[in-house]
């Protein structure tokens, strides 16, 4: 017992020097409670009324949060950010200043950490904001937020974020599909992206990675693209938007805004100018449709987009199967559309194609899209590094036809190939020639082998 009484006295002044230690640290970490006091009293200066004025002050703190079921989180960045829906305090210090730019998106519908990152539980500014081990979204800086919009919008343009409809442009046209799996779609030889967005690179890593993968991922197959900055940052908005979350129906209903300009480009995509007249402008198979949004309601405008048998029986119509954001936006163009609208639209149309130039055309969005592209390059040019492989680089495909039948080629897209060694005892290359019997159906082989065969024909021609 006589031994055990100095110990005891020790742990109570070790207890005492912990206990002292916390306040102090306390005292200099402003709570959640003194950002709410700091905002009464904001609030209180523009109050004439004495009464009112003490009731302000009067009010007890407490934690503010929204919950957000559709979004799988509870957000309290409100308990501090008491501004953000009073246009009174537009002009007010943070964390107080009122949220300009919502628009539909008011926080008791969306909150904040869907857009921001951040750590939606925490009050403390430090655990709030993100910036802390094991958080593995901090807050997104000013230069990144708006990629957070691809995250519901997905489809189309997002006003105000060329950045997205620039980085989905680029991850389809350079291949990435071909090493890189997005939705279950796309080849195993780099990490699947489908959630790149909610996993644990920042942006500043994404950006880097674009611009020198090797360096920054030592020995890594993926091949330097040499993208300017802005392509980098497009990519990485890109990849930040992919996060895969299961949002509720409310959230998801907007993949697609329904703006003129989109509905202008579905209105091109579709060919509906094969059929109608804008002012006089095209064709007369249908309805010359100016003014068409004057004439008929927006609903029957729907129906009719909806099912063209339904509202005229026999009708040479095609049905689309279009979904309802898809409609709202063909009706929007519609109801500005002019004769010039037709006249661009006919200007650019690549009409008079003969089958073959169908066939080549669909073999060009099929190497595109299955991300051959990313491997052989989207000039067909090869020269990815590919260590140890004989030649040392994923080959070019220009010449061949040089060395293969049509049905060779078409053998190797079907099974595969693994690339001979250039040193039997050295180490596999990376990469290899995938196989791609279950992705790709025999027509859409043969319509690759065409393109490959009609860009032989230019090598020759050039050379
Ligand atoms: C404990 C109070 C507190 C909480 C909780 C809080 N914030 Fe803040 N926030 C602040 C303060 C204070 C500032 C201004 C100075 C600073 O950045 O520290 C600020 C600034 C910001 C900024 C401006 C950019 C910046 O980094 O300066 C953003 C964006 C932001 N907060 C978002 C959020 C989000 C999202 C949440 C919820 C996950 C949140 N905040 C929760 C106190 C808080
Ligand atoms: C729909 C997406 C969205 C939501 C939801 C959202 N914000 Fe924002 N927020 C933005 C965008 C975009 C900006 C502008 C960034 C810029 O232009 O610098 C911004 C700016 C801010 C700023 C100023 C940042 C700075 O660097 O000056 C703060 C603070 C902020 N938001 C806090 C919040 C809080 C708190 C909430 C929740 C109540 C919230 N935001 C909800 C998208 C959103
Ligand atoms: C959590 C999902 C989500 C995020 C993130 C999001 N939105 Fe939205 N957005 C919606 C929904 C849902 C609507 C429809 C809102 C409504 O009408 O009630 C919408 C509507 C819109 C509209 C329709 C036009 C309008 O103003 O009525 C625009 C434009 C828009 N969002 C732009 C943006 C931008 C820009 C961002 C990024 C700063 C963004 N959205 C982030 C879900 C989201
Ligand atoms: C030839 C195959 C190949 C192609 C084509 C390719 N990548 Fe990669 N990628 C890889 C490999 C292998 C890795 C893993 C090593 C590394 O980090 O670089 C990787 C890593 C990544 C990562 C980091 C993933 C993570 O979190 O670790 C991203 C993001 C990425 N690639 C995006 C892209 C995009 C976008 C494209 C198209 C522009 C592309 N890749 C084209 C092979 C490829
Ligand atoms: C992951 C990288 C990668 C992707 C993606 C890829 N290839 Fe290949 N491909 C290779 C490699 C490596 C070889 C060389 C094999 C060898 O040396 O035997 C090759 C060989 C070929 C060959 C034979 C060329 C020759 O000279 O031996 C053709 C044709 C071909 N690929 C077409 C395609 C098509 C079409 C696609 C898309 C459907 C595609 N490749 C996607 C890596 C790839
Ligand atoms: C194959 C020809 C054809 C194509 C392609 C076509 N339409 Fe039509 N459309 C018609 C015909 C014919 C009518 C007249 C009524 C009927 O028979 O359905 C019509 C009627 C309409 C109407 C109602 C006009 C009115 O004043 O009553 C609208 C709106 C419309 N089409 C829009 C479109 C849009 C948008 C597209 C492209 C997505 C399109 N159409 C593609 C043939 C076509």
Same mark, same amino acid.
């Given at each position: 017992?006589?031994?055990?009484?100095?110990?005891?006295?020790?742990?109570?002044?070790?207890?005492?020097?912990?206990?002292?230690?916390?306040?102090?640290?306390?005292?200099?970490?402003?709570?959640?409670?003194?950002?709410?006091?700091?905002?009464?009293?904001?609030?209180?200066?523009?109050?004439?009324?004495?009464?009112?004025?003490?009731?302000?002050?009067?009010?007890?703190?407490?934690?503010?949060?929204?919950?957000?079921?559709?979004?799988?989180?509870?957000?309290?960045?409100?308990?501090?950010?008491?501004?953000?829906?009073?246009?009174?305090?537009?002009?007010?210090?943070?964390?107080?200043?009122?949220?300009?730019?919502?628009?539909?998106?008011?926080?008791?519908?969306?909150?904040?950490?869907?857009?921001?990152?951040?750590?939606?539980?925490?009050?403390?500014?430090?655990?709030?904001?993100?910036?802390?081990?094991?958080?593995?979204?901090?807050?997104?800086?000013?230069?990144?937020?708006?990629?957070?919009?691809?995250?519901?919008?997905?489809?189309?343009?997002?006003?105000?974020?060329?950045?997205?409809?620039?980085?989905?442009?680029?991850?389809?046209?350079?291949?990435?599909?071909?090493?890189?799996?997005?939705?279950?779609?796309?080849?195993?030889?780099?990490?699947?992206?489908?959630?790149?967005?909610?996993?644990?690179?920042?942006?500043?890593?994404?950006?880097?990675?674009?611009?020198?993968?090797?360096?920054?991922?030592?020995?890594?197959?993926?091949?330097?693209?040499?993208?300017?900055?802005?392509?980098?940052?497009?990519?990485?908005? !890109?990849?930040?938007?992919?996060?895969?979350?299961?949002?509720?129906? !409310? !959230?998801?209903?907007?993949?697609?805004?329904?703006?003129?300009?989109?509905?202008?480009?579905?209105?091109?995509?579709?060919?509906?100018?094969?059929?109608?007249?804008?002012?006089?402008?095209?064709?007369?198979?249908?309805?010359?449709?100016?003014?068409?949004?004057?004439?008929?309601?927006?609903?029957?405008?729907?129906?009719?987009?909806?099912?063209?048998?339904?509202?005229?029986?026999?009708?040479?119509?095609?049905?689309?199967?279009?979904?309802?954001?898809?409609?709202?936006?063909?009706?929007?163009?519609?109801?500005?559309?002019?004769?010039?609208?037709?006249?661009?639209?006919?200007?650019?149309?690549?009409?008079?194609?003969?089958?073959? *130039?169908?066939?080549?055309?669909?073999?060009?969005?099929?190497?595109?899209?299955?991300?051959?592209?990313?491997?052989?390059?989207?000039?067909?040019?090869?020269?990815?590094?590919?260590?140890?492989?004989?030649?040392?680089?994923?080959?070019?495909?220009?010449?061949?036809?040089? *060395?293969?039948?049509?049905?060779?080629?078409?053998?190797?897209?079907? *099974?595969?190939?693994?690339?001979?060694?250039?040193?039997?005892?050295?180490?596999?290359?990376?990469?290899?020639?995938?196989?791609?019997?279950?992705?790709?159906?025999?027509?859409?082989?043969?319509?690759?082998?065409?393109?490959?065969?009609?860009?032989?024909?230019?090598?020759?021609?050039?050379?």
């Amino acid at each position: 017992m006589g031994r055990k009484l100095p110990q005891f006295f020790f742990a109570l002044s070790m207890l005492a020097l912990v206990l002292i230690a916390a306040a102090v640290w306390q005292a200099s970490t402003p709570s959640w409670k003194n950002y709410q006091r700091a905002f009464f009293q904001l609030e209180a200066q523009g109050e004439p009324n004495a009464v009112t004025k003490a009731a302000v002050l009067a009010t007890p703190p407490q934690i503010h949060q929204i919950l957000l079921p559709g979004l799988q989180r509870v957000d309290r960045c409100t308990t501090c950010h008491l501004g953000v829906d009073d246009p009174t305090m537009k002009n007010a210090p943070e964390p107080f200043r009122y949220h300009a730019g919502l628009g539909p998106h008011i926080p008791s519908k969306f909150g904040c950490t869907i857009c921001h990152g951040g750590q939606g539980l925490a009050t403390d500014v430090k655990d709030a904001h993100g910036n802390v081990p094991f958080w593995p979204n901090p807050l997104l800086s000013s230069d990144y937020i708006r990629a957070s919009c691809g995250r519901c919008h997905k489809e189309g343009d997002v006003p105000g974020v060329p950045e997205l409809t620039e980085g989905r442009r680029l991850f389809e046209t350079e291949g990435c599909h071909g090493c890189h799996k997005l939705n279950g779609v796309g080849g195993s030889i780099g990490p699947d992206l489908t959630d790149e967005g909610a996993s644990h690179r920042s942006p500043d890593w994404l950006e880097r990675h674009f611009l020198a993968p090797n360096v920054v991922s030592a020995g890594s197959a993926m091949p330097n693209f040499h993208f300017t900055r802005e392509q980098a940052r497009a990519l990485t908005y !890109y990849m930040l938007s992919l996060t895969n979350a299961d949002m509720g129906s !409310y !959230y998801s209903s907007m993949r697609l805004i329904p703006s003129p300009e989109y509905g202008r480009q579905l209105f091109v995509e579709k060919d509906c100018i094969v059929c109608h007249a804008i002012g006089g402008t095209g064709a007369k198979v249908g309805p010359d449709l100016l003014g068409v949004t004057k004439r008929h309601s927006m609903e029957w405008l729907d129906e009719q987009l909806v099912n063209p048998q339904l509202v005229y029986p026999g009708s040479s119509m095609p049905e689309y199967d279009l979904e309802a954001n898809v409609r709202t936006a063909l009706v929007a163009f519609m109801a500005s559309a002019t004769q010039e609208d037709a006249q661009e639209i006919l200007a650019h149309r690549s009409n008079k194609l003969t089958p073959e *130039d169908v066939a080549i055309e669909a073999g060009k969005r099929d190497f595109a899209r299955f991300g051959c592209a990313g491997c052989h390059g989207t000039e067909l040019q090869g020269g990815v590094p590919n260590p140890n492989a004989q030649g040392g680089q994923v080959p070019s495909l220009l010449h061949v036809s040089d *060395d293969y039948t049509k049905d060779e080629i078409i053998q190797i897209i079907r *099974d595969g190939k693994v690339p001979p060694l250039d040193n039997a005892a050295g180490p596999t290359p990376p990469l290899y020639m995938p196989s791609w019997k279950h992705l790709l159906s025999d027509e859409d082989i043969h319509q690759i082998v065409d393109f490959l065969w009609s860009m032989q024909q230019k090598a020759k021609d050039s050379w």
